[in-house]
């Protein structure tokens, strides 16, 4: 069954939409002092999600870390296996199927009220080095059409579009991944070609888009990463004037200026939109400042810089791009922006991993792709590799994703309502089985326990990796794939002492009942205390199966459960088992 259906997006709409109220536009957005307000003077704040994968292919989210560059190195290995035909009409066929009208009517669906377009130069003009006549301006139909489409569709939707130059003509830093630079080719800052590029495109993009009232704003260099001053500072966060980053940030504007007076302008700073030294006071009165925070601590400690600097210059700061991280990191740090009246935009909304609204799958044919390019598999054929590289193209459709309602789940409800939620309505009958996986929907210490739940290398200088299978779900609890005779493909692995799960679960009837645990361990047997309603029912031993493939079901009888809602808690006294699923059978009957 495909993983989005009427009924799905019918229940996020009643689980989500009703608890946040995204603003409706009313003339264009505009700054007033510290806020973001509409033309009635309401302030609005950003609830987005950004388009990452769609216009420009960083290698990570095509498990390509390592193996490609960026994407002008994918496109380069993928001719040499197809030839340029066929990368052609990849490429054609994923700007084609990466975002629809279904993707952004998911996201309003959803309770998101914007959507940050990171947009790739290359859709909308020549590189500077393939302009026929130097120094004028290739339009290239492309990335306005899309654009144009998205709009479209964001319009409808009632959703903010935000606009973002993600790649920058030459590239706008030393990582070169997110921009799409080529290290061999002058970058943004060492060519005033690539400079009068990047204006003339803003300027084209701001008549295109001047009477537009949904688009929320033009957020100018996503994360310039470069030392001006110095070589040694590889990424800019060292800078301490920015000239040149403040003056072609100032020529832009002037450039849009010139043809609308209405739209936001968001800034970045160097250090991937964080150092803002030398930039500030900005002279345009219609600017909102932008930074982007990922994997540390999200205390307000975290943000003070950006306060400070919200308070000092008063004008309005927003959370441009975060994500890439747990969802008890996803609450706690949107939390934190919220409770400080700082908009957002998450990163990114579907890519070929589980810690985002959508996961594209992999294809058989993709991942012999991906193997030979990393070196751990042989060149396949042209043919394989074209499959593969098309099936992708099918599978980034949004009714061909894997949808995690515990991402959007984090994001969006657990922020305002802490009371846990079934993650299935868990309807028991006679004979009932729940997958160990479908614990409750909540956050770490209401829907379950667990001891590593998010990763905070930046504060910390630990890497943790908080769901160590990496599959189906985004909490701390460690879930990997499963194949045992009765599954739905994933279990439950790395149990540890002192963690636990919650299932909500709906008894039809009131009586006595059954409960198995399908477990399996190689080493060590384990133990649980089973609890219903927070009442102690067993004190349950285990058993040792050999293997963490050989499965055994362990017997605990006399369970009662009343009429209706109950919740049926397991705590790991004793871990190393792995938990596929919990079976319920009726004794008796009241």
Known sequence: MKPIQNQILIFLFFSFVFSVHPG????????????????????????????????????????????????????????NLVGPEKTETF?????????????????????????????????????????????????????????????????????????????????????????????????????????????????????????????????LINEPNWGFQTREDKNGCAETENAPLKTLLTNITAAIREVDKQHIIFIEGNCWGNNYAGLLPFADNNTVLSFHKYWNYNNKESITGFLELREKYNMPIWMGESGENSNTWFTEAISLFEKNGIGWAW?????????????????????????????????????????????????????NNLFKRDVVNSMINQVVNPQTQPYFHNNIQASTVI???????????????????????????????????????????????????????????????????????????????????????????????????????????????SSNHKWQTTIIQNVLLRKGLNKIRINILTGGFHLNYLSFTKENNY
């Open 435 to 545: 997958f160990a996986v479908n614990y409750d929907l909540g956050k770490n210490g209401a829907a379950y326990y667990d001891g590593d739940t998010a990763n905070y290398r930046i504060s910390s200088g630990v890497n943790v990796v908080w769901n160590k299978g990496r599959q189906y779900r985004n909490d701390g609890v460690d879930i990997d794939t499963c194949a045992d005779v009765t599954t739905n493909g994933f279990c439950i692995i790395n149990t540890e002492r002192g963690e636990w799960l919650q299932y909500t679960v709906k008894a039809l009837k009131k009586g006595t009942y059954t409960i198995g645990l399908r477990t399996a361990a190689k080493d060590s047997a384990g133990r649980i205390l089973l609890l219903v309603d927070n009442a102690i029912q067993k004190d349950t031993v285990l058993p040792r199966t």
């Open 24 to 79: 409706n536009a009313q003339g264009f957005l505009k700054v007033q002092g510290k806020a973001i307000v509409n033309s009635n003077n309401k302030e609005v704040i950003f609830r987005g999600m950004g388009l990452g994968g769609w216009m420009l292919q960083e290698p990570y989210m095509l498990q390509l870390s390592g193996a490609a560059i960026a994407q002008y190195d994918i496109k380069q290995k993928i001719k």
């Open 347 to 399: 990163w990114p909304l579907k890519k070929l991993g589980v810690n985002n609204p959508l996961q594209i799958k992999v294809n058989k044919d993709y991942k012999q792709l991906i193997d030979y390019w990393n070196g751990k598999a042989p060149e396949p054929s042209a043919d394989s590799a074209f499959n593969g590289l098309m099936q992708l193209t099918e599978d980034i459709k949004i009714e």
């Open 91 to 219: 490429y054609n066929a994923w700007l084609a199927n990466h975002c629809q009208k279904k993707d952004i009517d998911s996201l309003a669906a959803w309770g998101f009220n914007s959507v940050r377009l990171p947009m790739h130069y290359n859709l909308y003009t020549l590189p500077v080095n393939q302009e026929p006549v130097p120094g004028k301006q290739t339009w290239l139909h492309k990335g306005f059409e899309m654009t144009d489409s998205l709009l479209s569709w964001c319009k409808a939707a009632k959703l903010y579009l935000i606009l973002d130059l993600h790649a920058a003509p030459g590239g706008q830093g030393n990582d070169n991944a997110i921009s799409d630079r080529d290290s061999t080719k002058p970058s943004l800052w060492q060519s005033s070609a690539n400079q009068q590029k990047t204006v003339a495109l803003w300027k084209k993009l701001a008549e295109r888009y001047k009477n537009e009232e949904w688009i929320g704003g033009y957020d």
